[in-house]
Nanobody, 117 residues
Framework: QVQLVESGGGLVQAGGSLRLSCAVS????????MGWFRQAPGKEREFVAA????????NYKDSVKGRFTISRDNAKNTVYLQMISLKPEDTAVYYC??????????WGQGTQVTVSS
C-alpha cells in the first residue's frame, strides 16, 4: 500500500511563498510519476503540476507556470511544490498524487493553502 503525507501548507499573504512536501511510503518511489492537484471550495479538483519518475520532465497548469516548481528527491521518497508570488486564487487544499506503472493512483490527505489579499 502506498501512503502519501503532505505538509507545508498554511496562511500567507499575497506575493508570499510556501513549499509543500509530500512524503511517500510503500513500494518503489522512483517508479512513480508524481503530481500535485488542488481543490478550492465549491470547485472540482484540478491539476497543478506533475513530474516524471526521474525528475527530468515536468509540466504545469498554465496559471502557475513561472510561479510554481515541482521537484522530487528519490533518495528521500519526497516530492515538493515550491510556490512563489502566491495569489488569492491559489487558495485551495493541495493534494499529492502518485501514479504507478500499472496505473494505480494514490492520494494524500491534502494540505490547506490560504492566500490572503
Amino acid at each position: 500500500q502506498v501512503q502519501l503525507v503532505e505538509s507545508g501548507g498554511g496562511l500567507v499573504q499575497a506575493g508570499g511563498s510556501l513549499r509543500l512536501s509530500c512524503a511517500v511510503s510503500g513500494g518503489t518511489f522512483s517508479t512513480y510519476r508524481m503530481g500535485w492537484f488542488r481543490q478550492a471550495p465549491g470547485k472540482e479538483r484540478e491539476f497543478v503540476a506533475a513530474i516524471s519518475r526521474s525528475g527530468s520532465s515536468t509540466n504545469y497548469k498554465d496559471s502557475v507556470k513561472g510561479r510554481f516548481t515541482i521537484s522530487r528527491d528519490n533518495a528521500k521518497n519526497t516530492v515538493y511544490l515550491q510556490m512563489i508570488s502566491l495569489k488569492p486564487e491559489d487558495t485551495a487544499v493541495y493534494y499529492c498524487n502518485s501514479k504507478l506503472a500499472d496505473s494505480r493512483s494514490y492520494w494524500g490527505q491534502g494540505t490547506q493553502v490560504t492566500v490572503s489579499s
